[in-house]
């Protein structure tokens, strides 16, 4: 018996009558990886689909295939094939069972990557990037000599009119009148006596604003309290200074959740109230803030549609703004970021703002960290440097110049900003540590905290998480109890008046905000379907809930499902509540900022129960209570971007959950990269 045969014996899969087929044998094993979750039906559904196209396929092709599916599935919008042909455990990551049967599925297979990519560009399915002529072939060959990289064909394409649109944006040269820009550089942000310039440490914020002037797209990355949102407020005010016609300017606000939308909006709201106040009305912002209309999400400022991908807003219907700002930049997927730059109009300007060091986005790609690949490094070209002088008198450091051929049309318009003004306590020195790797410095801070704002329970038992949210912990007594004494202290005016009414149900969702629980899985004991039933079920014993069926009062829930019709949209998060004054069913609440919305239960089929949602779920939302749970078995889901997201979702107090000991430090000591062949379009150099 062959090698191939052997490992496809070992998988104990009936083989067809074409076993003695290589590729027909492949498939067979393929078919058994997925019959033991190493694979998914849908990874090797799509190889089975490849075989039926082309009956000549090369078992690399079916493997390749089914590989590059279950990659898209784990967030990453490439298969890298140098990396599978060479390494295939390291990127695979499968339970060590499957270790045995790849090493046999791989000793029947070539054993060079020009071997490799030879049965590749033999199939008709695959089109080399290089190939001008497009047939439609579902599998794009891609990437450098170096570093070949596979993709699906919607993913190359995205990745392509990204880059293009970057670049585009990069380069559309502004005429900059910088005495005038230095002029209100220096009104929008006198707020101190400025410092001799030896002394004088770069001011960042001002920096960005400078170089939103020049180019159609800006990147400004930060981490929590650095000052993204009060910076893009006063860009705005620059823009709006600057403009020939200031009253015709449209600006647009967005972000990729409700809550974040509204986040946005309200911060922006109070910076440009204290600019206007601090300015003696040299400005007129309040038309400003008046015509921008409230934050929307993304999918509903590009109009989606109902069961349908494409977006109302495109190429040809584009968005009429000349100014957007997108908040929360790192939970944009590929193909939004895609479908967002192709339905902006090209003399628009695009700011984004997000932390690059925050989980990458819950579908396929990693846009904001490709983005941001070269930030912290700049590399500004002479050019730059003197630009930014002249406008907004910064001195950039050395360390920061390039010496080379290091500067990017992109990197010239990224800004960094590196001072936190809002994170600078126990909190912010967790996630310090935890983003530059330092396990040891981050378990020292936990431990030795003694103010209550850090907690860290690491021997939990059954009721630990469900405690936790009846009562909270000392030092932090933010809890679910908020909400539901809120919820349970209705006045006869509030059940009789609609003005009470919305007034109750607002203070319902801002005590229920005040803690969260995040998870780093949906599955198992310390997964999120687990413990929103063990939490529900602690909050009724201790007579602060009283769930009747599927909905009742005070039930949590987040929103699976896009439903543009409602209003709703996935990740929105909302409690179920009485209506007002004369209604007798309940109805879902959300809260927006100050905004007030709601929605019947009846009408909302796809929601769950939010007791307790995973990180990637919680981006764009604070807590003034976080408490995070590391589950057993968590295995690469668990990495430093996951811990540093759960950490900065608190305001005030953070409380750790560990399944068993040493999770925190397995954690921070893995850190998460997505394969994307997006930097190397991106890389356009200043000439």
């Known amino acids: 018996m062959n090698t191939l045969a052997a490992s496809s014996?070992?998988?104990?899969?009936?083989?067809?009558?074409?076993?003695?087929?290589?590729?027909?044998?492949?498939?067979?094993?393929?078919?058994?990886?997925?019959?033991?979750?190493?694979?998914?039906?849908?990874?090797?559904?799509?190889?089975?689909?490849?075989?039926?196209?082309?009956?000549?396929?090369?078992?690399?092709?079916?493997?390749?295939?089914?590989?590059?599916?279950?990659?898209?599935?784990?967030?990453?919008?490439?298969?890298?094939?140098?990396?599978?042909?060479?390494?295939?455990?390291?990127?695979?990551?499968w339970p060590t069972p499957a270790y045995a049967q790849v090493q046999l599925l791989w000793g029947s297979l070539p054993t060079g990557l020009e071997d490799w990519l030879g049965a590749l560009r033999a199939s008709p399915l695959v089109r080399s990037a290089q190939d001008s002529t497009d047939r439609g072939e579902p599998l794009v060959l891609s990437g450098t000599v170096d570093e070949p990289l596979l993709y699906l064909r919607r993913y190359w394409l995205h990745e392509q009119q990204v880059a293009h649109a970057v670049l585009q944006r990069c380069a559309s040269s502004h005429v900059v009148n910088e005495p005038l820009a230095a002029l209100w550089l220096d009104r929008l942000f006198a707020t101190e006596p400025p410092a001799a310039p030896a002394d004088r440490e770069v001011d960042w914020q001002k920096l960005a604003c400078a170089l939103t002037l020049r180019a159609g797209l800006t990147v400004i990355t930060g981490g929590p309290g650095t000052g993204k949102t009060y910076t893009a407020a006063r860009l705005l005010a620059l823009l709006f200074a600057m403009s020939p016609a200031p009253q015709q300017l449209r600006v647009a606000l967005a972000a990729p959740t409700g809550k974040a939308a509204a986040r946005l909006r309200q911060s922006i709201d109070f910076s440009l109230q204290e600019l206007s106040a601090r300015l003696g009305g040299e400005l007129d912002l309040a038309s400003l803030t008046q015509r921008m209309g409230a934050a929307r999400t993304l999918h509903a400022l590009l109009g989606a549609r109902v069961d349908s991908r494409e977006f109302r807003m495109n190429a040809e219907n584009p968005l009429d703004v000349d100014i957007l700002v997108v908040d929360e930049a790192s939970m944009i997927h590929l193909e939004m970021m895609s479908a967002l730059l192709q339905a902006l109009p090209a003399g628009a300007r695009l700011i984004l703002l997000g932390d690059k060091d925050q989980l990458a986005s819950v579908e396929a790609g990693a846009v904001l960290g490709?983005?941001?690949?070269?930030?912290?490094?700049?590399?500004?070209?002479?050019?730059?440097?003197?630009?930014?002088?002249?406008?907004?008198?910064?001195?950039?450091?050395?360390?920061?110049?390039?010496?080379?051929?290091?500067?990017?049309?992109?990197?010239?318009?990224?800004?960094?900003?590196?001072?936190?003004?809002?994170?600078?306590?126990?909190?912010?020195?967790?996630?310090?540590?935890?983003?530059?790797?330092?396990?040891?410095?981050?378990?020292?801070?936990?431990q030795s905290d003694t103010s209550g704002v850090l907690g860290a329970l690491r021997q939990p038992g059954g009721r630990t998480v469900s405690d936790l949210a009846v009562q909270g912990r000392p030092g932090a007594a933010a809890c679910y109890a908020d909400y539901l004494r809120c919820l349970q202290a209705r006045t006869p005016a509030q059940l009789t008046q609609a003005d009470g009414h919305a007034a109750w149900v607002t203070s319902v969702l801002v005590a229920f905000d005040r803690f969260r629980i995040l998870c780093a899985v949906h599955d198992g004991d310390w997964g999120t379907q687990r413990l929103n039933q063990s939490v529900q079920q602690a909050l009724e014993q201790a007579g602060l809930l009283k769930p009747r069926g599927e909905w009742f009062a005070g039930r949590p829930v987040m929103v699976t499902r896009n439903d543009p019709a409602l209003g709703v949209f996935n990740g929105d998060v909302g409690v179920a509540l009485p209506g007002p004054p004369g209604a007798t069913a309940l109805r879902v609440y959300f809260l927006d900022g100050e905004h007030l919305r709601s929605v019947g239960v009846a009408r909302l089929p796809h929601v769950e129960t939010a007791f307790a949602m995973t990180v990637h779920k919680s981006q764009g939302s604070e807590f003034m209570h976080t408490a995070l749970v590391l589950p057993q078995g968590g295995g690469k889901v668990l990495t430093r971007e996951l811990v540093y997201t759960g950490i900065t979702r608190a305001r005030a107090s953070f409380t750790l959950i560990e399944a068993q000991p040493g999770l925190l430090g397995l954690a921070i000591g893995s850190v998460s990269k997505r394969a994307s062949g997006l930097q190397m379009p991106m890389s356009g150099r200043v000439q």
């Open 9 to 93: 014996a070992q998988a104990k899969t009936a083989l067809p009558d074409s076993a003695s087929a290589p590729a027909a044998a492949t498939l067979a094993l393929l078919h058994g990886w997925a019959d033991r979750a190493w694979l998914r039906r849908l990874d090797s559904a799509l190889a089975a689909f490849v075989f039926e196209q082309d009956p000549g396929a090369h078992p690399v092709l079916l493997v390749c295939t089914a590989v590059l599916a279950q990659m898209e599935g784990r967030g990453h919008t490439c298969l890298p094939l140098r990396l599978l042909a060479d390494c295939p455990h390291d990127l695979l990551a």
């Open 370 to 446: 490709d983005l941001c690949r070269d930030a912290a490094a700049a590399h500004y070209s002479a050019e730059t440097a003197r630009y930014a002088h002249a406008t907004s008198a910064q001195v950039l450091p050395k360390e920061l110049l390039d010496t080379g051929t290091q500067a990017t049309l992109l990197g010239q318009q990224t800004v960094m900003l590196r001072k936190s003004r809002r994170f600078g306590g126990r909190i912010g020195q967790l996630a310090l540590a935890v983003n530059a790797g330092q396990g040891d410095l981050a378990q020292h801070l936990l």
